[in-house]
């Protein structure tokens, strides 16, 4: 961004001229282009939990509906729309709902890593589940230990292992 400063000789203050050059305008658009294109690849239940008019929404509906080369103009078209509004609403509602999925992405690993070290370790890592879901069943969350490590030794598929994951998944939930 270019600024120029220009010294008005009348009050003796700095009045600030901001000169924006074209490039800069050019990667502005390509944001908001970009920020269009990410809204167009969500699906129907996630737009409405973000900020849009009713012009900017049918677009991308539309957006949705089409493909190939009027694709790619209806998608400058929705750039070109939030030129005119205020895209920081828009991009939080964004930004919240990326995070909600991230978040759930890290309780899978968190998880999963639990099953794994319950499996493996047996009654030593209880005391870091117990630590985290105080209210859990311990009796039957042994069980599920002692059946899943009785898979593990016969190679029969692991559906106790996931009967583990499962009870651990619920537990999560209900301290949420």
Do not use: C, W
């Not at 939030?82 to 930004?95: F, G, M, N, W, Y």
């Not at 995070?99 to 005391?127: S, W």
């Amino acid at each position: 961004m270019t600024m120029k400063r220009q010294k008005n000789n009348d009050n003796n203050d700095d009045d600030e001229i901001i000169l924006v050059s074209k490039s800069e305008i050019k990667r502005d658009a390509e944001i908001l282009k970009e920020l269009g294109s990410e809204l167009v690849n969500l699906s129907k239940n996630v737009l409405e939990r973000i900020p849009l008019d009713e012009t900017l929404l049918s677009a991308i509906q539309l957006a949705q509906k089409i493909n190939k080369g009027a694709h790619r103009r209806q998608i400058q078209l929705i750039g070109k729309l939030l030129r005119s509004r205020e895209i920081e609403p828009i991009q939080t509602a964004l930004d919240k709902i990326k995070n909600r999925h991230n978040q759930q992405v890290f309780l899978f690993h968190k998880l999963e890593t639990l099953r794994d070290d319950l499996i493996n370790k047996g009654d030593e890592a209880m005391p870091s589940v117990l630590a985290l879901y105080p209210e859990i069943d311990r009796q039957q969350l042994r069980n599920l230990i002692r059946n899943a490590q009785k898979e593990k030794t016969t190679n029969k598929p692991a559906k106790a292992s996931q009967h583990i994951f499962r009870y651990l998944r619920e537990q999560a939930e209900k301290n949420q």
